[in-house]
């Protein structure tokens, strides 16, 4: 074990280290980063990706001047300040390389495209706002209020709300599929732009929400859309390739 921190008398190794990350529930994204990035490399390698030793030494470059080490001196204490190698430092880089190279391969705007065209609906949004309370009867108050003024939505979501969009009149924004409970999201995306919807009770009954929708927006390919389209064959991609290596957390 490597003793990682001393505070006073106090020494944390890479051992406790670890633990500390398991409890503070931070280990399991860390692993995941890791185990995507080497899954990544491991197929590049196996479909051939080939880099340049300039194309190496270019985001080795770059990497230094991130780090303000602007002299060969300077690198040489910063790598060894971590204890790695100039070979391990190389392969971090080269690594780093495979991984994005592999990725551009994975999500291509073609790809992204093809997607978008095979599930745009998935992609539609509406905005929206909502007023949450911890009584069913109160709920059914404020519907019949607003059954008369809907106008007063935004009112009454000031006064109302227990949700931390009160301050806003209830507004929430905008909203895509997905992001709503799955008997609330098919009820209010298919609702009309103005309607008032609910209220639908939380799965433990503690509290109370109705919708309104301000606004409906048909699918589009914007940037935030090709954003998460990339995300989501990035994720597809790298399930498939967990699927077919022996994955073991030590």
Known sequence: MTNLIRINDEVINSDSFVKLLKLSGRF???????????LAVHSARKHGVRLTPESVQQRSDQLRRVNGLHRSVEMKRYLESMKVTPEEYEMYVTETLCFEKMMEQIVTDAK???????????????DVSHIVVDSDGKAREIMAILGDEPERFAELAHEFSIADTRGHGG?????LRGALRGDVEAKVFHAQKGEILGPFASPDGTC?????????????????????IRRVLKEQ??????????????
């Open 28 to 38: 399991d994204s860390l692993i995941d980063d890791i185990v995507q990035e080497k």
């Open 208 to 228: 109370f929400e109705i919708f309104t929708v301000n606004d409906k927006s048909p699918a589009s390919l914007d940037d935030d859309t090709k954003a998460e």
């Open 112 to 126: 992204v495209e093809q997607f978008f065209r095979l599930n745009s609906p998935q992609f539609d949004s509406i």
């Open 171 to 175: 507004h929430v924004g905008k909203v």
């Open 237 to 250: 991609w790298l399930a498939a390739q967990a699927s077919e290596h022996r994955l073991e957390v030590m």
